[in-house]
């Protein structure tokens, strides 16, 4: 889950694993404030997006998607579309980072709007509208992408 | 959720942490001990092993809440599609049949008209 | 023969033996696809009172399968073994005319494909209902691939695809099992029906 939080951000494997790394590390040392596997899971979530988050800042601007960058489709489950989920990939690490992370936690991680207001501490609207947003912007790049004809 | 939220979800199921991940962490954990400087602490973790045991506590507690957490989500889903399927064979039949009888019906009063 | 006139043969040849291979292959015909595009129905669910909306593909139909243990899902655990989607919506208006013929047509126009049949169609003047069933056969007329259902009332209209070989006569039967009425056949003594009597799902 960390690892995957992580990587969605930045999609970069090795950022991934260093912002990971950074948390479990974390984890070791505020481990005796963990009261629940409920509250495990909340704090290994919201430390991934504010780490993921950090790092991002550092990072260059992210170049727009080009479909000459999509890599060739890895193994995935026989149902999916690999150059569309890659694609929506790199779109997702494209969107602003507070987007990014909404999108992230609504989708990977399937939370409900209150919990991921919780985890990235803001009002529930802001999480709306970020969502709202976002999916607007994807929608759009998306169709852009596939030349009008999306999904 | 429509077919291109669906995309999405796909698109953003979660990952794996790459081979020696664990390890990894545990070297740092090592650098970590190395460089604190806590007395109290310090004199828990004073034995190695016991720094080691405590790290590897960490990152299987850590490692079996987000499984337990996943296979909880995926009972939910399964819990979910499974409604679903029973919801959606439910209104297949009942319009099925209506269809059917509109049919008789219709047969029925044509059959019935020729008497 | 010269060069050119045996080239031009061998690749005559070659496509009759494609042609012949194809032909004796029971498979789909290029361009079969059970699955409907009912993306219009989307815009037209913000118009409705009452939206049902199933969207099942092969994976979920998986991921379901794994939970219907119970001794009510066995039939319905029957139907969707095989099946590779279940696509239902069924909107539900607050007056007649919030959806047009129009609407309907953008689905049954997909359905004049050569590869479906329909194998129903009824009309009640009375009630204003209009329902239609297709099926996709494969090419040798053998395995069912998928099936569609338009039921069009004045306040509703439902669409339903399976995608996969359904068998037709168990989603028939399950009318009666896991909560679903049945629908028995009342008139009163003028020999009309009364108000209310069709199920809602």
């Known amino acids: 889950m960390v690892f995957s939080v992580a990587y969605h951000f930045l999609h970069d494997r090795s950022l991934a694993d260093e912002v990971a790394q950074d948390v479990f590390l974390r984890l070791y040392q505020n481990l005796a404030s963990i009261v629940s596997p409920q509250h495990l899971v909340f704090w290994l979530r919201k430390v991934a997006c504010r780490r993921a988050l950090d790092m991002a800042r550092k990072l260059p601007k992210t170049p727009p998607v080009g479909l000459q960058d999509i890599a060739e489709p890895s193994a995935e489950s026989p149902d999916t579309d690999p150059l569309l989920s890659e694609g929506l990939r790199r779109m997702v690490a494209s969107l602003p980072k507070d987007a990014r992370a909404v999108i992230i936690l609504r989708y990977q991680e399937e939370l409900e709007l209150a919990e991921i207001a919780r985890i990235l501490d803001v009002p529930v609207n802001t999480v709306k509208s970020r969502l709202e947003r976002a999916l607007g912007v994807l929608r759009e790049k998306l169709n852009r992408w596939t030349g009008g004809v999306a999904r | 959720m429509n077919p291109w939220e669906e995309s999405l979800r796909e698109a953003l199921r979660r990952k794996d942490a790459p081979p020696g991940f664990s390890n990894r962490v545990l070297a740092r954990v090592r650098d970590l001990r190395a460089r604190e400087k806590r007395p109290w602490f310090r004199a828990f973790l004073a034995r190695p092993a016991l720094r080691w045991a405590a790290a590897a506590l960490c990152l299987v507690i850590a490692v079996s809440v987000a499984f337990w957490d996943q296979q909880q989500r995926q009972r939910r889903q399964g819990e979910l599609a499974r409604m679903q399927v029973k919801q959606a064979l439910r209104i297949a039949s009942v319009k099925l049949n209506a269809a059917r009888r509109m049919v008789q019906e219709v047969n029925q009063g044509t059959a019935q008209s020729r008497l | ?201």
């Open chain 3, 1 to 201: 023969m010269n060069a050119r006139n045996k080239k031009i043969r061998s690749g005559a040849l070659a496509a009759f033996f494609v042609a012949m291979l194809l032909g004796t292959l029971s498979m789909p015909a290029f361009g079969q696809n059970p699955r409907l595009d009912i993306k219009n129905l989307e815009a037209l669910a913000k118009k409705a009172s009452e939206v049902v909306d199933v969207n099942l593909d092969g994976s979920l139909l998986k991921l379901a399968s794994k939970f219907m243990t119970d001794e009510d899902d066995r039939e319905a655990l029957g139907i969707i073994k095989n099946l590779k989607g279940v696509y239902v919506k069924s909107l539900t208006f607050d007056e007649p005319g919030d959806y047009s013929e129009g609407d309907v047509e953008a689905i049954r126009s997909q359905l004049q494909a050569p590869a479906w049949s329909r194998i129903v169609s009824a009309r009640s003047k009375h009630d204003g209902e209009n329902a239609e069933i297709y099926l996709m056969t494969a090419t040798d007329g053998g395995s069912v691939l998928g099936m569609a259902i338009i039921c069009a009332e004045p306040k509703e209209l439902t669409v339903v695809n399976i995608v996969g070989p359904v068998d037709i006569d168990k989603l028939s039967q399950l009318e009666g099992k896991m909560g679903i009425p049945r629908l028995e056949e009342q008139t009163d003594e003028s020999g009309q029906k009364p108000e209310g009597h069709r199920a809602k799902p």
